[in-house]
């Protein structure tokens, strides 16, 4: 089966610009998470989607960070502005189940200057 | 509130020698423990659960209460096994994954 799919790759954009990912999960899988991973640290979850409902958004910074999967398939993560500390990967995943295995993308890696 | 605690950054072994990466978790629930693993230009990948007690490519880990550790293990390390080891907890009833800072491990030949 095809893996989770993510867009674009890579990513440079000056602080205070708007930016946005996206995310094309496995076929028939109802959980999708957004991770941030940021140099040295593991991935941090910002956002886990059952459906097109969200279940946690409790570390998403929600003044600037926003996400949405309107059909309960493909999702968008938005940042607006972007600080110089949003320089990170994220990395999009998704599973059959919230219990299932998780299966991540490749990863947008971002760079704020 | 969950926590994963990885104390090594790297850790460098001979070809053949045995490897032990060290994990320690902080929850006050019954933990579901898993070990992530990234080689060089891959995805991160789910290695192996401690749910499933199966070894994968020679790895094992077993899930210590008393200690509150899932320390990975090899006997004999290959080449093939450089990657970027990541220790993660599951827990609460959304299934959040809490991934440790992760450890590089390098085998020279």
């Known amino acids: 089966e095809a893996g989770v799919a993510q867009s674009p790759r890579y990513k440079i954009i000056e602080k205070r610009q708007s930016v946005a990912f996206w995310c094309n999960p496995i076929?028939?899988?109802?959980?999708l998470y957004w991770y941030q991973q940021i140099l040295g640290q593991g991935p941090k979850l910002l956002i886990q989607?059952?459906?097109?409902?969200?279940?946690?958004d409790s570390q998403l910074p929600k003044d600037r960070f926003s996400a949405e999967r309107l059909k309960g398939v493909d999702s968008t993560l938005k940042i607006q502005p972007a600080k110089l500390e949003d320089s990170a990967v994220y990395l999009c995943a998704s599973s059959r189940d919230r219990q299932e295995t998780q299966y991540f993308g490749p990863g947008t890696r971002l760079l704020v200057l | 509130a969950q926590r994963v605690t990885q104390p090594e950054k790297l850790l460098s072994v001979f070809k053949g020698a045995p490897v032990e990466l060290k994990c320690n978790y902080s929850y006050s629930g019954s933990p579901e423990l898993f070990w992530y693993v990234q080689y060089s230009r891959q995805r991160l990948q789910l290695l192996l659960r401690h749910i499933s007690r199966e070894s994968i490519k020679g790895f094992t880990a077993d899930l210590n209460k008393g200690e509150t550790s899932f320390h990975l293990k090899k006997p004999f390390a290959q080449e093939e096994d450089s990657a970027m080891y990541y220790c993660a907890l599951r827990s609460g009833a959304n299934s959040k994954l809490t991934f440790g800072k992760g450890i590089t491990l390098s085998v020279r030949p």
């Open positions: 989607f059952q459906n097109n409902g969200v279940v946690d």
């Open positions: 076929s028939g899988h109802a959980t």
